[in-house]
């Protein structure tokens, strides 16, 4: 019962950046918590970075002071700019959401189609 619409994965070489962007749409309440998740080949779908409804952050320790996520309230947006790009980020990544349905009141996990990116020369 939510959608994503995402945006901004593609081909970068090392050391650029990409900035991905991801809109939420359906008969939502309220979405307390929105990020974003990523899968490499060979490895576990892990958390890359999440944003609260208050401002609060949370990122992974391999992206942290490369990466920034924000979010708009008022248009259910999350964005996340990557920058000094590594090959290791070479990943799939997912919009994730927590949101709160008007109908039930019930707060559920959902995920995007997800959006390659790949970091290379």
């Known amino acids: 019962q939510v959608q994503f619409v995402e945006s901004g994965g593609g081909l970068v070489q090392p050391g650029g950046s990409l900035r991905l962007s991801c809109a939420a749409s359906?008969?939502?309440?309220?979405?307390?918590?929105m990020g974003w998740y990523r899968q490499a080949p060979g490895k576990q779908r892990e958390l890359v970075a999440i944003?609260?409804?208050?401002?609060?952050?949370n990122l992974a320790d391999s992206v942290k002071g490369r990466f920034t996520i924000s979010r708009d309230n008022a248009k259910n947006t999350v964005s996340l700019q990557m920058n000094s790009l590594k090959a290791e980020d070479t990943a799939v990544y997912y919009c994730?959401?927590?949101?709160?349905?008007?109908?039930?009141?019930?707060?559920?996990?959902?995920w995007g189609q997800g959006t390659q990116v790949t970091v290379s020369s």
């Open positions: 994730y959401c927590n949101a709160r349905l008007s109908s039930p009141m019930k707060a559920y996990d959902y």
């Open positions: 359906g008969s939502i309440f309220s979405i307390p918590a």
């Open positions: 944003i609260t409804s208050g401002g609060s952050t």
